[in-house]
Nanobody, 123 residues
């Protein structure tokens, strides 16, 4: 059973918006920090954003700062990613992940992952 399930991806024109959701399946993540990563074809998975377990602290990659907003509201839906002013270079598979403790920016530190949702931004 996949512990996290992403949704909300799709095809959008440059300048448009999407909101990604991440639902918990089979367990709760209220005591976990949550993160979003993305992976474009031929590239390594990269950090996008993270939020502390309390929601009081957020962290962003420089490439998305000011355009993306990470938030969380409940154990069942532990994290969202609001993406505005999308650019073609944002095209990737987006993954949500749960972190018990460690470095927010490192994918290897995260304990649970979803299967990803495709985001495609056309120019």
């Amino acid at each position: 059973q996949v512990p996290l399930v992403e949704s909300g991806g799709g095809l959008v024109q440059a300048g448009g918006s999407l909101r990604l959701s991440c639902a918990a399946s089979g367990r709760t993540f209220s005591s976990y920090a949550m993160g979003w990563f993305r992976q474009a074809p031929g590239k390594e998975r990269e950090f996008v954003a993270a939020i502390s377990w309390s929601g009081g602290n957020t962290y962003y990659a420089d490439s998305v700062k000011g355009r993306f907003t990470i938030s969380r509201d409940s154990a069942k839906n532990p994290v969202y990613l609001q993406m505005n002013s999308l650019k073609p270079e944002d095209t990737a598979v987006y993954y949500c992940a749960a972190l018990r403790s460690g470095n927010y920016y490192l994918a290897t530190e995260y304990d649970y992952w979803g299967q990803g949702t495709q985001v495609t931004v056309s120019s």
